[in-house]
């Protein structure tokens, strides 16, 4: 396990850094980011990728159902010496009277289940002409498992792992002495996952509309985590349906609602 993962104060400036320098200028291509706007993170956790926002004076909410990630969050706002409005929730549940002019899905749609319903939530609580960006790492990527949170630091540098039948997964992590509630967590990762096609094809299932995308081979989060420069993946490899699963590490979109001027 990376020491990011337990000292969540670095995570947060390291994920505020990434969005600063590439998701807040990618959604900007659409939205110019503006203090009058009205922000939403879905899974926020600590709140890094709102801060950027927060700094250019707009308003952010974030909700999360992780009680402690929602507490650091308002620390780290408060630290900062900004605003932001954090909620302890589950967003399958919680009423939202506001309309969102920005709705941020980051690193969350592969932890979810239901995620057809997710989509309609956001598209729901998305202004007109706002706009809902996403963003996750696809299954077959190398860590696509999400194994870098492992305990044993062999097997949190170990690639496709998570690729094994979901059995022999589970037996493997724990004949190597993962503890249960990380063999559950990765074992729950498995079964959520998501590919660049499970998306695309939710967008046109429902009342969306895909505006843009981007595939990187090297994540723009790696930057802050490991000084890898960001690279996106080689055309002809996201081109091809399935296999770009492979060599992308995050991809990117930008979604609308069906109704909005594009």
Not at 70 to 78: L, R
Not at 214 to 241: M, V
Request: with cysteine; hydrophobic share 35%.
């Amino acid at each position: 396990m990376q020491k990011r993962h337990t000292d969540r104060k670095q995570y947060f400036t390291e994920l505020a850094q990434t969005c600063e320098k590439y998701f807040l200028p990618f959604i900007e291509n659409y939205i110019q980011v503006t203090p009058e706007l009205n922000v939403l993170e879905i899974g926020c956790g600590e709140g890094g990728n709102l801060l950027p926002f927060s700094k250019r004076g707009c308003k952010v909410t974030g909700i999360d159902i992780s009680a402690v990630r929602i507490e650091e969050a308002k620390q780290f706002f408060q630290e900062e010496g900004v605003s932001g409005n954090f909620l302890c929730q589950d967003i399958f549940t919680v009423e939202v009277n506001d309309k969102f002019d920005i709705i941020i899905i980051h690193d969350v749609i592969e932890h979810v289940m239901r995620k057809k319903e997710l989509l309609t939530i956001a598209a729901t609580l998305s202004n007109d002409n706002g706009l809902i960006y996403v963003g996750f790492p696809p299954w077959q990527m190398p860590f696509g498992g999400h194994q870098q949170i492992c305990n044993n630091r062999i097997l949190s540098s170990l690639p496709f792992i998570h690729l094994l039948p979901k059995k022999a997964y589970r037996k493997f992590l724990e004949n190597v002495g993962e503890n249960w509630r990380t063999v559950s967590e990765l074992v729950e990762i498995k079964e959520c996952r998501i590919t660049i096609e499970h998306l695309k094809k939710l967008v046109k299932e429902l009342n969306l509309t895909q505006v843009d995308e981007r595939y990187y081979f090297i994540n723009p989060h790696y930057e802050s985590k490991f000084g890898l420069k960001p690279r996106k993946t080689i055309s002809f490899f996201s081109a091809i349906p399935f296999l770009r699963n492979f060599f992308t590490t995050s991809y990117f979109a930008i979604l609308k609602n069906k109704n909005s001027d594009q």
